[in-house]
């Protein structure tokens, strides 16, 4: 089993409308946990972290449920600049970062 | 500010022949990552630099990969040789001491090996 598992999609959205997902990660140790943006053949940038009481950013909304160990993300009235590849994040000990594969997202007019 | 600089940004050689990747991170970024990101998938970590020391290499393979950071800035990813399963992107990232968190990645380096 994959220490961070995200379903790879592609979540295909009209414009406007909300979108969310989900990343499981498998170690309960994680400490911390981020969202980055891929788009197509860039590198990843950070979107946003993940706190335990959940954190909204604009448009954006990330929950963390360490009971059954995921994260989410949602994204409302969503743009066609959301259209990209969302990376899930999980920290352990030692600063070391675990990436998700990935969940690719197309946003249509 | 510049971001972390890598170079080339594209290689292509033939398989069994040498090939190292070039970064530069963020000015006052004391640890330094490579990656690897095959497509479809998110980064893989290799080895994570704390200034000039290898403090997490246990993804490296180390049988035809190697790295260096001698001074604690630069550092270089070699493959000796390549294999056609090579084939990927070479991500390097920086961070800062006081936020470990957030690391910025390079551009990377695409490699096709025939």
């Known amino acids: 089993r994959k220490e961070v598992e995200q379903d790879p999609g592609p979540f295909n959205v009209p414009e406007g409308a909300t979108v969310a997902f989900n990343c499981t990660y498998s170690?309960?140790?994680?400490?911390?946990f981020f969202w980055y943006r891929q788009d197509c053949r860039k590198e990843p940038k950070l979107l946003m972290s993940?706190?335990?009481s959940g954190n909204e950013d604009g448009r954006f909304t990330a929950q963390l449920n360490r009971a059954s160990q995921y994260i989410s993300l949602l994204i409302r009235d969503s743009k066609l600049s959301d259209s990209a590849t969302y990376l899930c994040?999980?920290?352990?000990?030692?600063?070391?970062?675990?990436f998700g594969g990935g969940t690719r997202v197309l946003v249509k007019p | 500010e510049a971001g972390v600089v890598q170079s080339p940004r594209y290689k292509i050689i033939e398989k069994k022949q040498p090939v190292a990747f070039w970064c530069n991170p963020i000015?006052?970024?004391?640890?330094l990552y490579w990656y690897l990101q095959n497509l479809g998938q998110g980064p893989e970590l290799l080895i994570r630099?704390?200034?000039?020391?290898?403090?997490?290499d246990s993804q490296l393979p180390k049988d035809r990969f190697s790295a260096e950071r001698l001074k604690g800035v630069d550092s270089t990813l070699k493959i000796q040789p390549a294999e056609l399963g090579d084939s990927a992107v070479y991500l390097c990232?920086?961070?800062?001491?006081?936020?470990?968190?957030?690391?910025?990645f390079g551009p990377g380096t695409r490699l096709t090996v025939l």
């Open positions: 990232a920086s961070s800062s001491p006081d936020r470990y968190n957030e690391q910025f």
């Open positions: 170690n309960s140790a994680s400490q911390s």
């Open positions: 993940v706190y335990s």
């Open positions: 994040v999980v920290k352990a000990a030692g600063n070391k970062l675990t």
């Open positions: 000015s006052g970024h004391n640890t």
């Open positions: 630099y704390e200034n000039e020391e290898a403090v997490d």
